[in-house]
Nanobody, 120 residues
């Protein structure tokens, strides 16, 4: 069993910054990639940023230059640094990763989500 737990969400004014963190625990051999998704009320869940085991990244166009994803897979952790936040960034942010278990099988796991609200 593998669990992903996010932390760091909250309320911030437009132009402010927040950092999210996600830690994986459980029956883990290694991590192939981890990512952050978000879902705003009434909207589809969308990929915000992804990082693979080689450090390769990809970002949603609207967050490029403002958000930075980083990893420490030895600590089974991924972070998302968010700057210049806008009201449109308001959403529940989810951690999602491809994890290889001790049985050497790969599975995808979701965290429970953390709320980010950008409002004046």
């Amino acid at each position: 069993q593998v669990t992903l737990v996010e932390s760091g969400g909250g309320l911030v004014h437009p132009g402010g910054s927040l950092s999210l963190s996600c830690v994986a625990s459980g029956n883990i051999h290694s991590i192939n990639w981890m990512s952050w998704y978000r879902q705003a009320p009434g909207k589809k869940r969308e990929l915000v940023a992804l990082i693979n085991s080689n450090g390769g990244t990809e970002y949603l166009d609207s967050v490029k230059g403002r958000f930075t994803i980083s990893k420490d897979f030895f600590k089974k952790q991924v972070s998302l640094s968010m700057t210049d936040l806008k009201p449109d960034d308001t959403a529940v942010y989810f951690c999602f990763g491809a994890i290889i278990t001790s049985e050497l099988t790969e599975h995808d796991y979701w965290g429970q989500g953390t709320q980010v609200t950008v409002s004046s």
